[in-house]
């Protein structure tokens, strides 16, 4: 029989910090600038995808470098870092580039059609958004944004690794066995607390400096209810084997 | 490992992503894939019915990943199990997971158009005929460049992932870039390449895709042919960075030899996120001089 009760008792920690991992993925989402299908054809500012599609993509990456980096620590803020690192970079090129479509195979300068004033540029907005649109493009406050995103998604998934992996490091599972089991856990918690945020967003939303950001305490509430008890059965799994 | 047998197998890497995110994005051109295809959808609706080969399968990071994860999934069988070379296990994996990709293309494209028979949009067979190889054509090339990355990644870098979890995770990646960046470039300028170049889609025209070709009518091969000029290669130049400067952080600065290495090779990821804000910045400046205003401030004039 497994001992679920000793298990978790023994692990309430990680079950605590892969919790906190998930709030922080689902308020990482809340800043990165989505536009969804109306930014593909230049209609609204941000990036043209989904939300959890860019989260999910720039968080996974993360993912990879933070195991790459815990294959050969054991430092886990440098872990964390690494994950943080590793989303940034990607969430920042699939930006520049997107930047490069916009404004050399588009045309359209980049502008928000949220706020007047660019919150930390002081630019113009309103005067640059193309007749018919919401906005396009990414503006500085957008990417500034995206960065922090990816940030905090990155830092959160690899807080969530981190953990799934303490945890079943005691139990004298084979390495390979435990690293693909908290790995797809670790990718699993990731589009749970992905798709939350989404309900928030509901398709586009231009940053922190969106109002529909300050709708963020109802996700991360509900990731901390969903993520709970995603922990709960990840951390029995991992360590009842 | 020796720092530059790292950095030969990091640029294998970036230049196999290169490819990957270049046919990766031209694929969804040609059989109009992911956020694009709305307008594509919408047309018959709003009375154009066009030649184009209409399958969304689903957003291109799951369709992607699935496509990945399949080829990573029987390629790791076929050298785990048969201990087949990995040459040949990754292009068996590719050559399955394009098939499963054509398998969903064929019944994505009969599974659209035939919902707007109301909108008098036909089913054309010659399209699914013609298109449908290419559109396997370009999955193959795609998955197999994945696979290249991902096994390079577990068998040369000793990532500790499983080979199918890497393959899924940068399918994901692929086609979050391939969204993000070459598809604007189909969907806001070659779909409305009639209205006036340098202003976004005004939701007027929405639907009001353009139908006729360089030579007869559109259909997905001219768009991949247009695309292919810019969209096309400047995914696969994004997502080549996204392989190649992931990777190069820890390449350089390797954690393995302690951890205020580590910590180096984080800053370094910080500094060059650094820069391509300050890169972003200075094109948002140089459009905003170049193309101007489209309105004038109603206070000053």
Known sequence: MIDIAGILMENISYVLLITLGGMLISFSVHFVPVGGAPAAMAQATGIGTGTVQLAAGAGL???????????????PPLIIAAGAVGAMIMISVTMIVGTWVYVYGVGVPPASAKVKYDPITKDRQDLYVSQGTEGHGLPTVSYVSGVIGGLLGGGGGALVYYSLMSAGMDTGMAMANLVGLASIFAVGIFFVNAVIPSYNIGGTIEGFHDPKFKKWPKAVFSSLIATFMCALVAVLTIGGL | MEPLIGMGVLALMGAAATVAGASEDLESDVGSQSNPNSQVQLAPQMMYPHRIYNKAISGEPPSNAL??????????????AYNMSPVFAIAMGALLAAIVHGTYSVTAFFGRPTSQKRFKQPVYLDILWSHTPVIMGYSYI???CILVISYLMVAVLGHPFPLPLLAFIWGIAIGAVGSSTGDVHYGAEREFQSVEFGAGLNAANSGNIVRKGESGLRNGFDNSWFCAKFGGPVTGIAFGMVVFLSGWVTTVFDPARGDAIGWLSVIA????????????????????????PYKEDEVAA
């Open chain 2, 142 to 144: 795609t998955t197999f």
């Open chain 2, 269 to 292: 990821g910080a500094l060059l996120v650094l820069i391509m804000i300050l890169w972003n910045r200075k094109i948002e400046v140089a459009a905003r001089a170049a193309y101007g």
């Open chain 2, 67 to 80: 496509m990945c994860a399949v080829g990573g999934t029987v390629a790791t069988v076929l050298m785990s």
């Open chain 1, 61 to 75: 990456t993360g993912l990879v470098t933070a195991g790459t980096v815990m294959q050969v620590s054991d430092n």
